[in-house]
């Protein structure tokens, strides 16, 4: 054992004892032995001598094996350094510059409402929002394009929401209840207001008033009885402050709550709605000149058709309307003449004819109103026109369609109808006779 742990490298310990204290120390031994014999029993005693041998050799097995590793490493032959220098990890700011130069770029999903053609009208005004909203004071101070694409993911991300949160709506209850009634009721305070500036005139006995004046008096009497948007709208700074308290809302219900607990993501939302939505658009919305333009745009000329015109013709019993469309048809006519680019043009011929339909039309119909009574109009003979029995007509499908449609001119489509219902029962009385015959 000892020659074990002097080839190992371990020093032992030297301890010298007398011949008494062996003798002391194998009396309290023995003694030990035979009292735990005694109580225990002379198997137990065995077992127990048994463990503490294995637990002994197993650590005595554990400490050879440390004790020789050790003595390997130490002499183990150094490693070769490399030629060239270590190569540096970056760290710090050029860790985050090279780690941004390397990020590849993210798409996002252009589909905000499912309908290509809106959600491609949103994209272009989101881009026009970011470009001139976002853009003329970001790229000044960095160059990195993640916060503008973060930007734009929580737009549509928004728009998301307001379409699911649109579709959950009842637009035609909130048209024809909540928008009724308030547009009922401003009309009423105005109303009102004329009416009290009407009396304060007649007061003073003044029968007109300049434009300016006469609008600041109703808005003073307006005002009197809508005294909750007073405020808001005759100072500006309250109604900025009225659309950021309006946009304050609108991000708490559409914006994710990690992204609304974002102090500065939320004020920079904040006022992109605030002045550069809401503002505007009701800016533009309030002012006379859209208004009055508004009808306007909406009336196009590739709106109103040509049957349209036809059917105002004929439905018409003003003789002065009729007047003013025919002088209307006629100076379309003469420019469509005088120009001879359009004579060019492929579709000339048909719109020449068309308008100069119109043109009889609206005459006829002028003839009518002032009692003259019409030309009549001669019998076109045709020749060779074949003549077709009545049961060829309702049997054949072709025909068929062409007699539905004289029927409907006529005013007889019921007798039609009728025909085509006994027929129907006919045939299937028939089938069912004859299903019972071959039953029998």
Known sequence: MAELFRVLGIQLPSFSFSQDDVIVLGGWLIAG???????????????????????????????????????????????????????????????????????????????????????????????????????????????????????????????VELSVRCKAVSITDFITTTVVEII???????????????KAMKKQHKNVLPPSELQKRIEEAFFKYDKAHARICLQEAAAMDYYRDVSEAVLYLLLPDADFACTPLRHLFRELLATCTLYPTFEMVS???????????????DIITFQSVIELINASSDLEELEVVRCNVESAIAKRTASAE???????????????????????????LKGVQAAPVEAVKEENVPVLPMRFVLKNTTTMTYFQEYMTDKTALHVLDCWSAITRWRNKAVRAKAKADKDD
Not at 120 to 146: G, P, S, T
Not at 185 to 198: I, M
Not at 342 to 363: D, G, I, R
Request: proline share 5%; with cysteine.
């Open 33 to 159: 032995l035979l009292s735990a014999m005694g109580l225990l029993g002379p198997f137990l005693m065995i077992r127990l001598c048994l463990y503490t041998l294995a637990l002994m050799a197993g650590l005595f097995a554990g400490l050879v094996v440390v004790l020789s590793r050790r003595q390997q490493r130490q002499t183990t032959a150094p490693v070769k350094k490399r030629a060239g220098p270590m190569p540096s990890n970056p760290f710090g700011i050029d860790a985050l510059l090279s780690k941004g130069n390397t990020s590849k770029p993210k798409r996002l999903d252009p589909r905000v409402t499912g309908s290509p053609v809106i959600d491609d009208a949103l994209q272009e005004v989101i881009q026009l929002m970011l470009r001139d909203y976002v853009e003329c004071w970001y790229k000044a101070m960095a160059d990195n394009d993640e916060f503008l694409i973060e930007t734009k993911r929580l737009i549509q991300a928004m728009l």
């Open 184 to 198: 009922s009721k401003q009309l009423a305070l105005y109303r009102k207001a004329c009416t009290d500036v009407e």
């Open 287 to 301: 002012d006379p000149d859209y208004i009055n333009s508004f009808p306007a745009v909406l009336i196009q000329d």
């Open 342 to 368: 359009s004579s060019k043009h492929a579709t000339y011929k048909n719109q020449m004819e068309s308008l100069l339909f119109a043109k009889k039309t609206c005459e006829e119909r002028c003839k009518v």
